[in-house]
């Protein structure tokens, strides 16, 4: 407890030093660079009185890293004043960090402000970096529609620095929310669009068949027996390895159970690709949707006759 004490003190007199600095008369235009340079110390004190404390530590967490927020947030403040910006945007980064276990929208709004001003001195792959993390918050929140919006903003910046795959990470993770969302066109755009990037990429190819299976179970999802159909021949023309995999297989006996309304072939199905390659829970929630829609189906069907 000492140390978490003795730590949370000269944070505190660090500041009142950096507040007295600040409001007092500057002559020179040292002055924000000193209190910079308290305000720096306090709140590396107020980290250490975090990481040290082991009595109430949820409490502590929250005082430390909230007030070691507030004098990152200040210290920011000064290196703007003196107009050091590039300092300033890395200040609002570790403020950002502070905040994180505290408050989301609180540490989004940190790195938003860093982002804007790594955008106003061109470090736009800087940008690029913390609008991603932005949309890892609000993932992390499960916030779904922020992290979309966060994720397609850190998939423009890096295409157009020309990071792919950071872009194509970004744009994947687009998908697969728009997908939960219900928002399937959106989904198989993304999912065919980076298929088609991938074919002529070395590196990248073996991820082929992985994109067109996502795109084939949103299809799927529609419960348009055609339009799974027409997805199918095109995938296959685009990649005529396509038609010998095992995921390919997978969609069009998924497709043609579909057909025949048949929910016990539709199981089978997908418990013998389950047996081969585990479904990750995206795949799954997917599969359990095409299922309802084929029970409601049957159930219309028996109303009727």
Not at 280 to 295: A, G, P, Y
Request: with cysteine; hydrophobic share 40%; aromatic share 10%.
């Amino acid at each position: 407890m000492g140390d978490h004490h003795h730590h949370q003190v000269r944070a505190e007199e660090f500041e009142k030093k950096a507040e007295k600095k600040l409001s007092g008369w500057g002559i020179f235009g040292s002055k924000y660079e000193d209190a910079a340079d308290l305000l720096e110390k306090a709140a590396n004190s107020f980290k250490l009185a975090k990481s040290l404390s082991t009595v109430n530590v949820i409490n502590v967490w929250i005082v430390s890293g909230d007030q070691a927020g507030k004098a990152y947030l200040k210290l920011a403040d000064c290196h703007l004043k003196s107009d050091s910006k590039h300092d300033a945007a890395n200040v609002y980064a570790e403020a950002a960090k502070c905040y994180k276990k505290v408050d989301t929208n609180e540490a989004a709004s940190c790195l938003e402000r860093a982002v804007n001003i790594f955008c106003e001195i061109g470090r736009l792959n800087m940008a690029a970096r913390y609008y991603k993390e932005i949309a890892e918050y609000y993932e992390a929140d499960q916030k779904i529609d922020q992290a979309i919006s966060y994720f397609e903003k850190a998939a423009e910046f890096f295409q157009n620095e020309e990071v792919t795959t950071s872009a194509n990470q970004c744009n994947l993770k687009v998908a697969q929310y728009a997908a939960q969302l219900e928002q399937y066109e959106k989904a198989i755009k993304i999912y065919e669009e980076i298929a088609c990037q991938s074919l002529n990429n070395n590196l990248l190819k073996y991820g082929v068949k992985g994109h067109l299976l996502n795109a084939g179970m949103c299809h799927l999802c529609k419960a348009d027996v055609v339009s799974i159909t027409n997805a199918l021949e095109k995938y296959q023309d685009l990649d005529p390895t396509f038609t010998g995999t095992r995921e390919c297989k997978f969609l069009s006996d998924l497709a043609a159970a579909m057909d025949e309304e048949d929910i016990a072939k539709f199981t089978d199905v997908v418990k013998e690709f389950d047996s081969m390659t585990p479904l990750d829970s995206w795949k799954t929630t997917m599969l359990l949707r095409v299922k309802e829609k084929l029970k409601a189906k049957e159930l219309e069907e028996d109303d009727l006759t």
